[in-house]
């Protein structure tokens, strides 16, 4: 693999300069070392100005000014091309929905230990998506709790008998006045996959029209 350019963004120094030295022994450059999302941003803008890049940022939750919940959706829109790897000691309901909901790549734990975060890092930049297992295990009981909520509200719809069962969480969302992003972002699918489940829907419901098929469902 080419040389990997890495952000790294932490309020805690001793952290910034203990991941620079496993970095770089592993053949990695350090693109900037930044103390929030603010300082994160520039640094990139710097990066791109400058014409070095970057390719991953590793982007801690709770820090002091800009965190970084806030700063994920904003690489993301701003420089779309880099990749995000959240490493926390945090993994609550609201900061992995959130972290993941704003397009985190990976989300590892803080004391995952060096050959874990170099492997996760190597992973994203492969394409693939890294889940720390508590983490794991913490996104499946949040996705069971809203797909048992979704099937509550599903009952009250009024859908094809030919409907599927993911097709019926679009509808309950879409009764809700959920945008398709929003969908997206509520059952862990790409915004693409969302207008696929719609036109489906419209094909079997013979509604064309969003707003129409909105009522029809809620009567």
Not at 47 to 72: Q, R, T, Y
Not at 185 to 206: F, M, Q, R
Request: glycine share 8%; charged share 25%; aromatic share 4%.
């Amino acid at each position: 693999m080419d040389n990997i350019n890495v952000l790294l963004v932490d309020d805690e120094p001793l952290l910034l300069d203990s991941l620079e030295i496993i970095l770089t022994i592993n053949n990695m450059t350090i693109a900037g070392k930044a103390h929030d999302g603010n300082e994160a941003l520039e640094i990139l803008k710097g990066c791109e100005v400058a014409g070095n890049g970057c390719d991953i940022a590793l982007v801690d939750l709770n820090m002091k000014g800009m965190g970084g919940i806030e700063l994920i959706p904003h690489i993301k829109a701003e420089f779309p091309g880099v990749k995000i790897l959240v490493l926390t000691t945090f993994y609550d309901d609201k900061n992995i929905t959130a972290a993941i909901s704003g397009g985190a790549d990976g989300y590892l734990l803080k004391d995952s230990g060096a050959n874990a975060i170099l492997g996760a890092v190597e992973q994203i930049m492969n394409g693939q998506n890294v889940i720390d297992n508590k983490v794991m295990q913490r996104l499946a009981a949040i996705m069971a709790k809203n797909s048992e909520n979704v099937a509550k509200e599903e009952e009250m719809l009024n859908l094809p008998a030919d409907i599927t069962e993911r097709e019926s969480e679009v509808c309950t969302l879409l009764a809700k006045g959920y945008t398709n992003r929003q969908i997206a972002d509520a059952l862990y699918i790409s915004e693409g996959t969302v207008k696929n489940y719609i036109s489906s829907i419209y094909d079997k419901t013979g509604i064309h029209d969003r707003a129409k098929l909105i009522v029809a469902i809620r009567e």
